[in-house]
């Protein structure tokens, strides 16, 4: 169950605000896998919080996923103990940004697909550049469990559950052609952490830099 | 919960019966016999660990799994064009359609994968008319509701079977990494299989289900691992299957067909040429026949 609302939401966006730096390791792709929780985790206390989703299967599945995702953070923190880069109190979220991606329910629903597909993506792509054994298989645990997220939200939406062409995020030609031998509507292909960083940059919801040689 | 059940279907026999049917366990243990590969790599966090499957065993084993599913997904199509199925809403049709031709699409692309390894895809073969009666213990093609139960049994394992491989592509190093990119591209389309036939089972079937795994019964393969330092008893968290137990729960669907189904096709055998039980240059055993 949630709780109150996450400390992300209630974090002050100061002159101080913690860079973000990632590392091109096992370490660096777990703390940058918790960022992208922690916005999922975010996200979705303030969409139920909004008021905008007034039916029952809607604020089911988005309170199912709200939770999904703040277990992710738990169990993310608790893998990297002390290699853990920030606390969720140390992420600032721009609340104007926040707010104009809840303005209504399509908005919503579209804006929960986003941060789902980018998911998979990130998760996918950073899924080869881990040596950890445990760790891939983990993210493997976690990745289709946000696949199911992405899918049932664009269900919501009578959208296809897998991305049609006009619907990826990151186009063909940008994709990095060595990471992703196939590529199309049956396929979930691998993101750059820098190409994910740039989605994420595009919603506009965290003040924080973020820099490193993983999202370089 | 996940974890009351975890409790309760400790050991992975009890939780195959109690999906499948008791006759299962037979060929598990038969299967446990015939496997020459060893067991899988404990999921441990040593550095040290080596694959126990080759690339080329994993690809020739996706495509395998490949094979089926988009045969499955065929007849099902089949079956909507004025068969037993004629009768199912549009929308569940487009997505039938649409997922099978994902699944094609990962044969093509999976066989092209397999040359370039030196292997043979159409030496990867399914019978001509698979048991699917296997899977529900009767014809899966007949109506909607055991339609879309069994293309969820057979989506969700998908999505176990490739997790499954991860770790073995990990460890293969360099020689693993174009088939583990290819694997991952894969692995969360299943899953997005998966949550649209769950989806559609809760509704239009008015099911007690969600595009994610809530409890362990739902699911054919073992969802729940103790000694693992992943907590597949959450849900939000999704479970794999090693080959060994995915063969054994795929091999009464890969024993022949000897006697005819109401979905039984011939003309089926376009999809794979070189159909023939004796030239699969695969490790897999032969189909355990008769225990249907």
Not at chain 2, 74 to 99: D, F, H
Not at chain 2, 233 to 248: H, I, K, P
């Amino acid at each position: 169950m949630l709780v109150g609302m996450p400390e992300i939401l209630m974090a002050q966006g100061g002159s101080n605000l913690k860079t973000l730096t990632f590392s091109a390791d096992d370490n660096g792709i777990l703390n940058f896998a918790l960022l992208l929780e922690e916005l999922e985790a975010a996200f979705y206390p303030a969409v139920l919080k909004s008021g905008k989703i007034t039916n029952s299967k809607e604020i089911d599945y988005l309170t199912a996923l709200g939770n999904h995702e703040a277990t992710h953070v738990r169990f993310l923190r608790g893998v990297l103990g002390t290699n853990t880069l920030f606390e969720t109190k140390d992420l600032s979220l721009n609340q104007s940004g926040l707010n104009a991606l809840l303005s209504d329910r399509t908005k919503i629903l579209n804006t929960a697909v986003t941060l789902e597909d980018l998911g998979v993506h990130a998760y996918n792509g950073a899924g080869p550049s881990l040596t950890n054994p445990t760790y891939i298989l983990a993210a493997g645990s976690i990745v289709s469990v946000e696949a199911r997220h992405a899918a049932g939200v664009r269900a919501l939406l009578d959208r296809p559950s897998t991305e049609t062409v006009s619907d990826r995020l990151v186009k063909d030609a940008d994709l990095n052609a060595s990471m992703n031998p196939f590529m199309g509507r049956a396929y979930d292909e691998l993101y750059t952490p820098k190409q994910v960083i740039s989605a994420v940059g595009s919603l506009n919801i965290l003040n924080n830099p973020i820099n490193g040689s993983l999202v370089a | 919960m996940k974890y009351f059940l975890d409790s309760i279907f400790k050991a992975p026999f009890r939780t195959l019966g109690k999906t499948l049917g008791i006759a299962l366990v037979v060929p598990l243990f038969l299967l446990s016999q015939l496997l020459t590969s060893s067991l899988p790599a404990a999921y441990a966090q040593s550095s040290s660990q080596s694959p126990t499957l080759s690339p080329r065993q994993v690809v020739e084993y996706a495509l395998t799994l490949e094979k089926l599913e988009a045969d499955f997904y065929r007849r099902a199509v089949r079956a909507t064009q004025g068969g037993s199925l004629a009768g199912v809403p549009e929308m569940a049709k487009s997505i039938l359609v649409s997922y099978g031709q994902d699944e094609a699409q990962h044969v093509t692309d999976l066989s092209a994968v397999l040359l370039t390894l030196g292997g043979n895809p159409d030496g990867v073969t399914i019978p001509a008319n698979p048991n699917y009666n296997a899977i529900l213990k009767r014809d899966p093609f007949a109506n909607p509701t055991d339609l879309l139960m069994a293309g969820q049994y057979v989506e969700d394992l998908g999505v176990a079977a490739y997790k499954g491989q991860v770790q073995n592509l990990l460890l293969a190093g360099e020689a693993g990494k174009v088939v583990l990119a290819g694997a991952l591209e894969i692995h969360s389309v299943e899953a997005r299989h998966a949550a649209g036939i769950r989806f559609l089972r809760q509704t239009l079937l008015k099911a007690d289900v969600r595009p994610w795994v809530r409890n362990a019964s739902e699911v054919i393969y073992q969802e729940n691992r103790d000694n693992s330092p992943i907590p597949f008893s959450n849900e939000a968290f999704d479970g794999y299957a090693t080959r060994e137990e995915v063969l054994a729960l795929v091999s009464p669907i890969l024993t022949a067909q000897t006697s005819s189904v109401s979905q039984s096709d011939t003309s089926n055998n376009q999809s794979n040429p070189s159909n023939n039980q004796s030239e699969n240059p695969t490790s897999f055993p032969a189909p355990v026949q008769g225990l249907w």
